[in-house]
């Protein structure tokens, strides 16, 4: 591949796309936050549900905008890429959800158990 073969390629990206990737992150980032910091009256489940979405929504932002990764790029040899990030972000998002189910339901002692390590003091 020669520089004059690289030359005729556009550019990755422009001021305009990375701007709107970063406003994306941003308002994506936030809304989250102020679920959390607000704590807005909502269902447990709808709250992570909303802030796992948008979490993943994010990570595609940034694999799109940041990374240039899409379907068009390299005559769609790049949908291997998708598809694998599509991949780690599932396993990544219900991981998460198991181990922070699990980690509550089995290192948080209970009520009985917490009473009879008194009694023995």
Do not use: C
Request: glycine share 6%; hydrophobic share 50%.
């Amino acid at each position: 591949m020669t520089t004059q073969d690289h030359d005729e390629h556009e550019a990755h990206g422009s001021y305009r796309s990375y701007f709107i990737g970063f406003g994306l992150s941003v308002v994506l980032t936030l809304i989250p936050f102020w679920i959390v910091l607000s704590e807005v009256e909502i269902n447990l489940w709808l709250a992570l549900t909303i802030i796992f979405g948008l979490g993943a929504v994010q990570i595609m932002v940034h694999v799109s905008y940041f990374l240039h990764v899409t379907v068009k790029a390299e005559e769609g040899w790049q949908v291997m890429s998708m598809v694998f990030t599509g991949i780690l972000l599932l396993i990544v998002l219900v991981g998460s959800i198991w181990v922070m189910t699990h980690l509550n339901n089995n290192m948080m002692p209970a009520h009985d158990q917490i009473d009879r390590v008194r009694e023995l003091q």
